[in-house]
């Protein structure tokens, strides 16, 4: 029998040429002239001739322990290797011990049919052991991880067992082992080292070929490079995948290792660059991740703004209502209240008459303030003439206006954003300026529209208007409503104040423009 598998196998294999029968005598080993003798059983994958002639070492020449690695990239190749291993262990009359998936063992035991092996005599002899890989590692995997004792009972029973049953003075074993690789597949590496670890520790104890194997496509990671080195570490012998060990010439072979150095060094570069990228990605997205929240805490206080304004306006109107058309509204009560006691006299009607004309005249004044109806038919120049005489009338204060009689229309937007600073500006000055005089002007070119109001008061404290530009707070709400309203509309505040007075600039694009976030420092220095 062993004759008809050697003639099948050398025939198959094209190297009938180099290859010699051998009996139970001896037979020729492939690469030479090295006689065998079966009855000492020495298993060498050099008595078994190759499906193809590769030139790289064979699996036996690490010892009899040897622990070899093969990466494969294609299961037929692993099958073409494994059936050369196993096939040199049971013609030699060893044992051979294979735990492998239910395809990788279908498929060994096709090839080693299909070469002339009598699988199913050497299965019933229990020189052949074919075990599946996920049922064997099951019997002692304990919490993720190999059982040292587990491994050393369940493996260490199998391989004896094949000893016993192998042919000759030395019996030798020859294995077969995937179960690292359906951990390493699981995600699990940690296990799967240990596991490669153990088993070089039961070669302590038992005389075995061990052989493991690995995809290649599942080392597709840039991080799975340190636990790669480690399994390769971990063996006596590593094969590369089929596309290397098919070159036959050593020219072939230095051409491909040069091309593979060139092709890890631009590798390393690009992965050098990407994490460049990363990088600058990383502080891009960090400073991203700040504008956003300082454009958030801005719009925050911009809201807490425009509520305060709102209060600010809502006590303004309340207090006009309440100090100038509520004493109106009593003395005329007052007045109807003794008219209905004396009807006759004429001092109480005219007294009546005034009150109710001046009633008029404050919500007529009230309403002008809150949108002056000259705006719509004048534009901003006649709205101020009203506003500045109304104000001088009301505040005491001497404000003078200078604007072209000549000042064309603008955009509504910007005519009520000039409009309202204007009533700020001016309403500041009266409370908090202690000035006697004002004086406002309003000029346009033919890219702007300039709002000045200059006063000759006691001037802001430089700490403070430092602390404006800086933060744009601290002011009160009418100097940061007029810088929202101007910012709004592309536009800048400017204010200048020292011991001679204040002077507050607004200056607003005739066209308006978008900008970005609302400059701190956009109202100027001093």
């Not at 990466?71 to 262990?89: H, M, N, Q, T």
């Not at 260490?156 to 000759?168: D, R």
């Not at 309440?322 to 008219?339: P, T």
């Not at 601290?474 to 509309?489: D, F, N, S, T």
Request: net charge negative.
């Amino acid at each position: 029998m062993t004759q008809n598998w050697t003639l099948k196998w050398a025939q198959q294999s094209g190297e009938s040429s180099r290859f010699r029968p051998a009996g139970k005598e001896q037979f020729v080993a492939a690469t030479g002239n090295k006689k065998v003798d079966p009855g000492d059983n020495e298993m060498s994958i050099a008595s078994i001739p190759r499906h193809d002639d590769v030139p790289i070492a064979h699996w036996s020449e690490g010892g009899p322990r040897a622990h070899t690695v093969q990466f494969y990239g294609e299961d037929i190749s692993l099958l073409k290797e494994l059936s050369c291993f196993i096939g040199a262990a049971l013609m030699a009359g060893d044992a051979a011990v294979v735990i492998a998936t239910k395809a990788h063992r279908d498929g060994l035991t096709q090839r080693l049919q299909s070469l002339g092996f009598d699988t199913a005599n050497a299965f019933e002899q229990a020189r052949y052991v074919p075990l599946d890989a996920a049922e064997t590692l099951e019997k002692f995997m304990r919490d993720g991880m190999p059982d040292a004792a587990l491994f050393n009972e369940v493996i260490g029973s199998v391989l004896g067992q094949a000893a016993a049953a192998a042919e000759g003075k030395t019996p030798r074993v020859a294995a077969f082992g995937e179960m690292v690789a359906l951990l390493w597949t699981e995600g699990n590496a940690e296990a799967a080292l240990r596991l490669e670890e153990l088993w070089n520790d039961l070669a302590r104890t038992y005389p075995f070929y061990l052989r493991c194997a690995y995809p290649m496509s599942g080392f597709h990671r840039e991080d799975h490079g340190a636990s790669f080195q480690k399994i390769c570490d971990a063996h006596s012998h590593v094969f590369p995948v089929e596309t290397y060990t098919a070159l036959i010439s050593e020219e072939q072979r230095l051409r491909t290792v040069t091309q593979l150095q060139q092709k890890a060094q631009a590798l390393e570069n690009e992965m050098a660059e990407r994490k460049q990228v990363e990088e600058a990605l990383r502080r891009t997205k960090a400073e991203l991740e700040s504008l956003v929240e300082q454009r958030t805490a801005a719009l925050r206080q911009l809201s807490s703004r425009l509520l305060r304004l709102q209060d600010t306006e809502r006590r303004r109107i309340a207090r006009e209502l309440h100090d100038s058309l509520g004493q109106c509204l009593v003395g005329l009560k007052l007045n109807v209240d003794m008219l209905r006691q004396s009807p006759g006299r004429e001092e109480l009607w005219s007294e009546a008459e005034r009150l109710m004309q001046q009633s008029i005249s404050e919500v007529r004044t009230l309403s002008y303030l809150l949108y002056p109806p000259t705006m719509d038919a004048g534009g901003i120049a006649s709205a101020a003439r009203w506003y500045v005489e109304g104000f001088g009338q009301r505040s005491g204060l001497k404000v003078t206006l200078d604007a072209p009689k000549d000042l064309g229309r603008l955009p509504e937007a910007i005519e009520l954003a000039l409009f309202r600073a204007l009533q700020e500006a001016l309403t500041n000055v009266h409370r908090h300026s202690g000035a006697s005089e004002a004086h406002v002007s309003i000029s346009e070119d033919a890219e702007q529209v300039v709002l000045e109001v200059k006063d000759n008061g006691r001037g802001i404290p430089a700490k403070l208007l430092s602390h404006f530009y800086a933060t744009g707070a601290g002011m009160g709400v009418g100097l940061a409503g007029i810088r929202e309203r101007a910012w709004e509309l592309g536009g800048k505040l400017k204010v200048e104040s020292d011991g001679r007075g204040t002077l507050v600039r607004v200056a607003i694009p005739v066209t308006p423009m978008v900008q970005s976030e609302p400059e701190h420092n956009s109202a100027g220095g001093p």
